[in-house]
């Protein structure tokens, strides 16, 4: 019985698994098909789309997926992609912004507000917690590619902000406009980024003590995670070790 349960558990855990990736797959294939659509299907002429298959490779997407994903944008039932942000309180008073790609504004509020709703949050208006957050560009690399003395002068001679490098990479970020310019900058240098996009970055965060409201933050962010019209969520709150290993255990 012990090894049937053993044997169960792994499956569920592969399945789980699968399942993050195909979710993660069609995320960025959704992606791929609306940068496509709203511009040129070259991603050498289309800024939006040369990131968004950055993100895809850097996942191990096939090229064929995403071949089939620019073409999609180009046949005449492609779905019409609408950028749609959310923004909300979760647990503990912690701040959440979910940027979504959908194309049915009515399903997606539906689901983003009943996942606020069933874990303890509330979803609010337009810039209720925005404010919180600052929009950066961000360019990613693997440590291995150049030591942080290395990346810092290449990342500031092309226009970065600030440099992070830690031992399993370099994060650069940059102003918003200037993402594009900064990503070509150090692709000569350094070859493709592994990730290349805009995000929100927290202005501070927001400490969260209490075993429950950590656990029912966190099952919230994974159903919003695993929402097919979510392509990204950010939230500003802080966990201590110890309680991280005891949520894990």
Known sequence: MAGHSQFKNIMHRKGAQDKKRAVLFSRLAREITA????????????????????????????????????LKSQSGDAANYEEVRYEGYGPAGVA???????????????????????????????????????????VKYPASIANA???????????????????????????????????????????????????????????VTDEDQAHSLLKMLDVLD??????NVYANFELDEALMRKLAG
């Open 149 to 207: 003395d290395a990346m810092l002068e290449a990342a500031i001679n092309a226009g970065a902000e600030d440099v992070d490098s830690q031992a399993e990479g370099h994060e650069i970020l940059c102003q918003p406009d200037d993402l594009a310019t900064l990503r070509d900058a150090l692709e000569i240098k350094f070859g493709p980024a592994s990730e290349a996009r805009l995000i929100f970055k927290p202005n501070s965060g927001a400490a």
């Open 96 to 138: 959440v912004i979910v940027e979504a790609l959908t194309d049915n504004r009515n399903r997606t509020a539906s689901d983003i507000r009943a996942a606020f709703a069933k874990h303890g949050g509330s979803l609010g208006e337009t810039g209720s917690v925005g404010f919180m957050f600052t929009r950066f560009g961000t």
């Open 226 to 231: 695993d929402n097919d019209d979510v392509q």
């Open 35 to 70: 940068a496509a659509k709203t511009g040129l299907p070259d991603p050498a002429k289309n800024p939006r789309l040369r990131g968004a298959v950055l993100a895809a490779r850097a996942q191990n997407m096939t090229k064929d997926a995403i071949e089939r994903a620019i």
